[in-house]
C-alpha cells in the first residue's frame, strides 16, 4: 500500500519501502515442489506397490475398487493401483516439464542474450524467427511436430523445449536490451573488456534475476503442455503420464461416473503442482520487481 | 498509411514462413507415401504395390523436389484446394471436411470468449472498486486456480460435475440437433477454455481500472457527485480497456488451442478434434490444413488486433 | 424569507471549519497533514490559502469538501456547510453536496480531465444528473458555459476531446464543469500553476468574474503569494498544518506580523529592484509532518528564533484588529524582532528591499 494515500496530495515523508518477503506461501510451494522432485527421482526405490500389476481382489467384487487402506488412490478398471501409477506418472511428467525448460532456456536464453547484446542482423533474424514460432497456437505446433517423430522422453522434451525458446527468448532479450546500453557496461567496454566477458559477467547476472521467475512459470507451462499432448496420446509412448491417467480415467462417462478418483487424484496432483510452480514463480517475480521499478 | 501495408506486408511473409515450417516438418520429418498407402509403401518388390505406390507419387506430385511441391501446393491452397483426405473411402476432399466442421469450432471459440468477457470485465470492476479487501483477495487466490488447472482437468472436472452428478448438461454434442440445443450443448466446452482466459482478462483489467482509478479525473468525477458506479463504469472503464481489448484479440488464438482439447473431451466434431484423430492417422494433408487455417487466423487476428488498437485509442487516432 | 432571516444568512459563514485536523497513517507514523485548523468563509467571499509544499494547504480543502479516502485517515474537528455538520457524513451523503453546492477546480487540466470522453459530454453529465435536464437542454446550457468562461467557437469545441484543447483553454473547460450547476462554494486548488503565465493571469480573472456574477464563495489555495494578492478578501497562510497567520489581504501586506509570511513576501522577486540583487529565499526544508518539532513549526529556519520558540507552541493571538491572527512569540515589529533585525542587517544578512504595500 502507498504511504501516500491521497495521491494528490504532496507529502514530504520519504516513499518507504514496504519490505518484500518471499512469504510463507513461497516456501510451502518449494516444499510441495520438492517433495514432488523427490518423488519424480525416487519412486523405483520406494516401498509402493507395481503401477502395472493387477491386483484383482475377487472378494472385493469386481474393479475398479474404490479408494481404502490397501489401495490408498483406490485401482482403475484393470485393478491397477492408482496411487503407485499416479507417483510414477510425477516422473515422466516432471522430468519432460524439467528438460524442456532447461533446453528452452538454454537456447533460447542464448539466443536472446546475444540479440540484445550485438542487435543488428542478428537480433532481426533472430526476432523474426521468434514471432513465427509464436504465431501457431503451442499445442498446435506440439501436435503437429509430435506426430511426426518417434515420441520418447528425449524426443518429447526437445519439441517442448523448441516451443518455450520464443518466449524465454523474448524475455531475454528484452531484459538485456535494459542493461545492454547502461553506464556499467559502458564502462567495462572502456576498459577493454571483450563482449563474451562483459555478457557473462554483466549483463548475465541481471538478465538472470526477471528470468528465474519465467524458469518456474515456464516449468508450469511445460508440465501443463505435456499434460495435453499425454491426454491427447501424444506424449511418451507406453510411458504412464498424469495426463495419461486423467485421459484413461475420463475416457468413458461410465469409468467417471462410477470411479471418478481414477482421474480426480491425478489431477490434483498435476494441480498441485502447477499451482506451486506458478505460485512460487508470481512471488519470485514479485520479490524482485521492486528494484526493477525503482531503477 | 505507410504503417498499416509494413504490417501487411509482414504478416504475408509471416504466413509463408510458418506454411514453409509446416510443409517442410511434414515432407521431411513424415513420410507421405507411408501415410497414403500404409506398409504397402514399403512394400518394394511386390509389383503390384509398386504400382499403386507409382501411381500415389504421380497423383500427389511426390516425384518432384520438394519446392516444386511446395510451390504447387501453395497455389492450390490459396485457391481454396486443401487436397483429399487420405484416409477415408473415396478421398474426399479436405475442403469439405473442414468447412462442415470449421463453423463448430469457431462456435465454441466465440462463445467462450463472450463468456470470458461478459464474466470478466464486472468482476474486474468488482474487484478494482474493493481493492485490497477481503473479497478482492479471495478474488484473487481464485484466479490462481482457475489459471494452474489445465483445460483438459477442467473440462473433465465440469463434465463430471455437470453432466454427470448433477445431470444438468447433456453428455454429448450431436451435430443433427436443432441450433437451440446444440448451443446449449457448447455450454460446458465453452467454459471449458473461458473460465481460465476470464480469469487471466480480470486480472489484467482489474490492474489497468486501479491505475485509472488513481487518477485525477477520476476525482474530478467524484466532486461531480456521481455514483460509484458511475464512475466506474462511465469514467474508468474506458481508458482502461486498451490492454484488455488487446489481449482479448490476441488470446482468440490461444482458445483455438483449447478448443482442440475441449472438443476431445466433450466430442464436438470440429477442427480441433479432428485434427487429433488426424494426427493419429497420419493423414496428413487435413493435418497441414488445418495447421494452416489456424495458423493464418492467429496472425491475421494479431494483425487485426494492432490496427484495431490504432482505433480504439482517441489520442493515438492521426 | 423576512429582511432578518436575509441579513443573518449572509452574516453567517457559508463554510467554517473548528479546529480540523486531518491524519494520515503512514508506515512512518502518523502524519499530521492539517494539525487544528480554523477558519470561515462568508458567502460571496474569498479566502486564499496559501504555503510551500507540505503545509497542508491542498489537504486543507480536500478535507473541508470531504474527498479523503476512508481508510488510515483519521479526522477530527468540524466542518460546517450554511451551519450543517457535514465532517461525518459518507460519501454517498455527500454526493448530493458535491457538483451542486460544492465544486473543485484541479491544479493540471491534463490529467484531470477525461482523456477518452467529448469535453461537452464531461458538462452535461453534471447537468443531467443534479439538475435533471435532457441531454439537448443539456447541450444547451453547456455552450452557454463555455461562451461564459470564453472558450472561441463553442460549438465545435464541445465535441473535442481533451487532448485538442490547450492547455488554458482546458482549464476552462475545469471552470465551466465546476460552474455547471452552480455552486454555492468554489474551491481552487492551484489552478494556475500548470499554466503559462501570460494565462495566468486571464484565469484568475475569469474565476474572480464568475465569482462576482454568481455571489460564489472561493477558498483559494496556492503557494504564489502573487496570485492571491489580486484575487482574495483574506488570506490564511499556512505552515506545517496549522495556520500562521490570517488577515484580510491588505492587512496582510500593509501589517505582516508572523515572520514565516514575512520572508514569503520578502522572496516574491520584484520588477523595481535593482537588476542583479539575490533573490531572497528562506533556508531549510519544511518540517517533518509525522514527527514535527517541538515549539513552533517555523524556528528551525526562523531568522529570529529564540529560545522559547523551540520549546512552545504559540497560540493564535490577535493582533491591532480582531480579523488578523497569527502564532509568533516574536511578531514582526516587536521588541526582540527588531533587536535581531539590527543584528542580522549589520552582519549582511539581511537584504533590505523596502517598502512593500
Known sequence: ?295 | MRYYVQRVALAILLLLAVSMLTFGALNVLGDPLFNILGPVAGDVNNPESVEMINAAKREFNLDRSLPVRYGLWVSDFVQGDFGVTFSSTGQPPVSGVISERLPRTISLVVLAQLFAILVSIPWALITASRAGKVSDRISTINAFFLVAMPNFAIAVILKFVFSIKLGWMPLTYTADDPLSSRLFQMVLPALTIGLPVAAVYQRLLRTDLITTLQQDFILLARTKGLSKWRILFVHALRPSLFSFITVVGLNTGALIGGSIVSETVFRIPGIGSTLVESVLRNDFPVVLAIVMIVASSFVIINLLVDFAYTLIDPRVRR | MNPLDIVRSEAEPLVETVEIKTHFKTPRGIARAVDGVSIQIRRGQSLGVVGESGSGKTVLSRSIMGLLPRNGVIREGSVRYQGQEIGNRTPKEMRSVWGREMAMIFQDPMTSLNPVMKVGKQITESLRLHLGMSASEAMTIAEKLFRDVRIPEPTRRLNQYPHELSGGMRQRVMIAIAMACGPNMLFADEPTTALDVTVQAQILELISEQKRDRNMSLLLVTHNLGVVAGYTDEIAVMYGGKVVEKAPTKTLFADTKMPYTEALLRSIPRLDQPSHSRLATIPGRPPDIVHPPKGCRFAPRCAYVRDLCLNEEPELQQASTPDHTFRCFYPVGSPEYLERKVELTRKGELVSTGDLS
Open chain 1, 1 to 295: 500500500m502507498s504511504t501516500n494515500p491521497n495521491p494528490a496530495t504532496p507529502t514530504n515523508s520519504d516513499e518507504t519501502i514496504v519490505k518484500k518477503k518471499l512469504g510463507v506461501g513461497f516456501w510451502l510451494c518449494v516444499a510441495w515442489l520438492g517433495l514432488m522432485a523427490f518423488i519424480a527421482l525416487f519412486t523405483p526405490l520406494l516401498p509402493l506397490k507395481s503401477p502395472t500389476q493387477n491386483f484383482l481382489d475377487t472378494t472385493n467384487g469386481r474393479p475398479p475398487y474404490s479408494p481404502s487402506w490397501k489401495h490408498w488412490f483406490g485401482t482403475d478398471k484393470d485393478a491397477r493401483d492408482v496411487f503407485a501409477r499416479t507417483l510414477h506418472g510425477a516422473r515422466i511428467s516432471l522430468a519432460v516439464g524439467f528438460a524442456a525448460i532447461s533446453a528452452g532456456f538454454l537456447v533460447g536464453g542464448t539466443v536472446g542474450l546475444i540479440s540484445g547484446y550485438f542487435k543488428g542482423w542478428i537480433d532481426r533474424v533472430s526476432s523474426f524467427v521468434f514471432i513465427v514460432l509464436l504465431s501457431f497456437p503451442s499445442l498446435v505446433l506440439a501436435i503437429l511436430l509430435t506426430s511426426l517423430i518417434e515420441r520418447s522422453l528425449l524426443t518429447i522434451s526437445l519439441v517442448l523445449g523448441l516451443l518455450s525458446i520464443a518466449p524465454v527468448g523474448r524475455l531475454a532479450r528484452a531484459a538485456t536490451l535494459q542493461f545492454a546500453d547502461r553506464e556499467f557496461v559502458l564502462a567495462a567496454r572502456q576498459i577493454g573488456a571483450t563482449n563474451r566477458r562483459i555478457i557473462i559477467k554483466e549483463i548475465l547476472p541481471n538478465v538472470a534475476i526477471p528470468m528465474s521467475s519465467l524458469a518456474l512459470l515456464g516449468m508450469a507451462v511445460a508440465v501443463v503442455a505435456e499434460g495435453g499432448l499425454s491426454f491427447l496420446g501424444l506424449s511418451v509412448e507406453k510411458g504412464i503420464t498424469w495426463g495419461g491417467l486423467i485421459q484413461l480415467g475420463s475416457e468413458s462417462s461410465k469409468t467417471l461416473e462410477e470411479a471418478p478418483w481414477i482421474a480426480f487424484f491425478p489431477i490434483l496432483m498435476l494441480f498441485l503442482t502447477v499451482l506451486s510452480l506458478n505460485f512460487a514463480g508470481d512471488r519470485v517475480r514479485n520479490y524482485f520487481d521492486v528494484k526493477e521499478t525503482t531503477l
